[in-house]
């Protein structure tokens, strides 16, 4: 396989030699690892942890392969690649996660040295996307173009993702732990449900640093993380997370998987304790060693620097005639389209949600198609949100007209982006060897329930997550409207919760009541997006109209008076 | 009287077999042996044996119903592992003619 390079003007990190030299090696050492596995020279047991820490599971039909995204973000050609590999070693298709990252569900295990070898050509791999290491750290979509981010917190995931790679210390931690970072005040990347959440920012001298979130997580045991501290200076962001990493080894419970995660330390152990541990790791370890060089961050910087913009004005005839012309392009440009930085761009979230399709799923077809209109119409870089879609984060507004109908033709112009219909979920029973229920074809027909775009656009914000167990893969607890699907006795059942919010004033969603049978559950939804609309003050969303009138009247409409 | 067959993953390919009634594994459910309590844990430990000679992934029994003859799960797990995605019929054991599994 030719080692291909990402397009000039793309915002990912270009590989230099010793990494992929480290890739190929690591390659090399699978390929063995699988031959030994097949012939028999390893057990199942022994082979297990090794296959997981390149990302290969085994699930319900078939291996699943996970492969990391960084951040989200992917070069063109490595969408293609992705798409080639769906198509050779999948069945066309792959689905995007809600931690950015890409699954592909039939896989064939003598198949998988090649598939890495495919993937360590295009600067990819499966690493840190299993295990109890540091997975793959994530971020917001608009990077980079929003115009409200501070600092680009891309220059900072990829130096955590560069100091967490196979560290020794951090390989064999009590639990998995996930870092999300966003370097606006208005967070996209859901900082608070993640064991680390960095907040970047800057001080009055124009300096950067990180307000520092733990113990946030899922999972059968919720909690929002609390701030540790509210300023890290940049030079000290390694010494500072390899401090509360060291805390959390070395305190971390390993006695018990369902109390391992480090929100239970933070949470049950006590928080003051937590931070004072971690503090005095702190000053113990803080200096020359786990400084981080300017130099370094200077040239990561570089990977990441704006793309050549073309000087425009802000406002674009073009997009606006469009718009009135075009009913149906102003639609999704209502809910696709939002703010950039840079005047005379746009960002475009491309809509994973087909009404009555498969939440986060994409064909190789679509892969290579939106791959194509990124290298034509966004410096040749697509990202993946943590809410399952894809992001064109720079758009020529001049261009947005041309973009929507090439998406559109592909089956990728679904207007839902921010709607009701726009909903998470994991994959389920239909996939997941870990659920006791399918997500997905609750979603789907939710989506129908709610497919009138007129309703939708009414409804406004309000976000739905489901997951199909209580490792809540699909965020239920921070929907406005979460699902959580339980087995009873072999049959599915689905719990309510409300309330639920990912944003940095975050919320873990409450129960209304008694879980339900499918099909009552999807009517439960509706009866609460009627009470909502029913109920609710001019200006308020969802989450406002719960938090004036309270569970109550939700309650009694779902199961009566009490 | 309560029914089990005995699930695994093939270990090459991942793909879900159960054993069947000459203790060959095959590929879908409906040519599946049904086994009472006892035979089923005689299977059982036969099933391991294959699995501690890497043919085989992940070895359990299931309940079953025997529906003319034919074994079917009665959870929605293993129904849906027999079938494939309920949500893409296009797709897993469902997309395959019985005969060409056989």
Same mark, same amino acid.
Do not use: C, H, I, N
């Given at each position: 396989m030719t080692y291909l390079a990402p397009k000039r003007h793309a915002g990912v990190y270009r590989y230099d030699e010793i990494d992929r030299q480290f890739l190929n090696e690591r390659v090399a050492e699978y390929r063995g690892q699988v031959a030994r596995r097949l012939s028999g020279a390893l057990t199942e047991d022994e082979f297990k942890p090794l296959r997981l820490m390149n990302g290969l599971y085994l699930q319900l039909h078939a291996y699943m392969l996970r492969i990391a995204i960084p951040y989200g973000a992917l070069a063109t050609h490595q969408l293609r690649g992705l798409a080639r590999i769906g198509r050779r070693w999948d069945k066309g298709y792959g689905h995007f996660t809600t931690r950015q990252n890409l699954q592909f569900h039939w896989i064939r295990l003598e198949d998988t040295p090649e598939i890495m070898a495919e993937l360590a050509a295009i600067d990819m791999h499966a690493i840190q996307t299993s295990g109890n290491c540091i997975r793959n750290v994530t971020t917001d979509q608009f990077a980079g173009a929003a115009p409200d981010e501070v600092v680009d917190p891309r220059v900072y995931a990829e130096i955590l993702r560069q100091w967490s790679t196979i560290h020794p210390e951090f390989t064999y931690l009590p639990r998995k732990f996930k870092i999300a970072i966003t370097g606006s005040a208005n967070d996209r990347a859901a900082i608070r449900v993640h064991d680390v959440g960095l907040l970047a920012k800057r001080n009055e001298a124009g300096e950067i640093g990180f307000a520092v979130y733990v113990g946030g997580g899922l999972g059968r045991t919720p909690y929002l993380g609390v701030k540790v501290s509210d300023w890290v200076g940049e030079q000290d962001l390694i010494a500072y997370l390899e401090a509360i990493l060291r805390v959390y080894n070395q305190f971390g419970r390993r006695d018990n998987l369902y109390k391992a995660r480090i929100k239970i330390l933070v949470h049950q152990g006590g928080k003051q304790k937590f931070i004072d541990n971690v503090e005095a790791e702190f000053a113990r370890i803080?200096?020359?060693?786990?400084r981080l060089d300017p130099a370094i961050v200077e040239a990561i910087e570089r990977n990441f620097a704006?793309?050549?913009?073309?000087?425009?004005?802000?406002?674009s005839e073009a997009f606006d005639r469009a718009k009135r012309e075009d009913a149906a392009f102003a639609v999704w440009a209502r809910n696709s389209v939002r703010d950039h930085r840079a005047p005379g761009y746009a960002s475009v979230t491309i809509s994973l949600k087909p009404i009555g399709g498969v939440t986060g799923d994409i064909t190789s077809d679509q892969m290579d198609t939106v791959a194509d209109l990124a290298d034509r119409y966004s410096f040749g870089e697509v990202r993946v949100t943590h809410e399952q879609n894809l992001v064109l984060a720079h758009v020529r507004q001049d261009d947005l007209f041309d973009l929507w109908k090439a998406l559109d033709a592909a089956g990728l112009g679904t207007p839902n982006a921010g709607l009701i219909t726009d909903l998470i979920t994991c994959p389920g029973l239909d996939y997941c060897s870990l659920a006791n229920a399918r997500s997905i074809p609750i979603g789907q027909e939710i989506q129908k329930r709610f497919a009138d775009q007129q309703r939708q656009q009414d409804i406004g914000d309000l976000k739905i997550k489901m997951s199909g167990c209580i490792n809540a893969c699909g965020h239920h607890h921070l929907g406005a409207i979460g699902i959580l699907g339980v087995d009873k006795k072999g049959e599915e059942f689905y719990q309510i919760t409300l309330g639920g919010n990912a944003e940095l004033d975050g919320a873990i969603g409450d129960i209304v009541g008694a879980a339900l049978p499918p099909d009552e559950a999807v009517d439960a939804v509706e009866s609460i997006v009627d009470l909502y609309l029913e109920r609710r003050q001019p200006g308020e969303r969802f989450l406002d109209t719960l938090a004036r009138i309270g569970m109550g009247p939700f309650k009694e409409k779902l199961y009566g008076a009490a | 009287m309560e029914l089990k067959a005995i699930t695994a993953n093939r270990l090459r390919d991942g793909a879900v077999v159960w054993l069947g009634p000459q203790g060959d594994w095959v590929e879908r459910v409906e040519l599946a042996a049904a086994f009472d309590d006892a035979a089923a844990k005689v299977a059982l430990a036969e099933a391991e044996k294959s699995a501690a000679a890497n043919v085989v992934v992940g070895v359990y029994a299931f309940e079953v119903e025997v529906v003319d003859g034919v074994p079917k799960p009665l959870r929605q797990r293993e129904r849906i592992r027999a079938q494939g995605p309920s949500i893409r019929? *296009?797709?897993?054991?469902?997309? *395959?003619?019985l005969d060409r599994a056989a």
């Open positions: 803080r200096g020359p060693k786990y704006p793309p050549p913009f073309e000087e425009l004005p802000p406002y | 019929t *296009d797709v897993g054991k469902q997309a *395959d003619a």
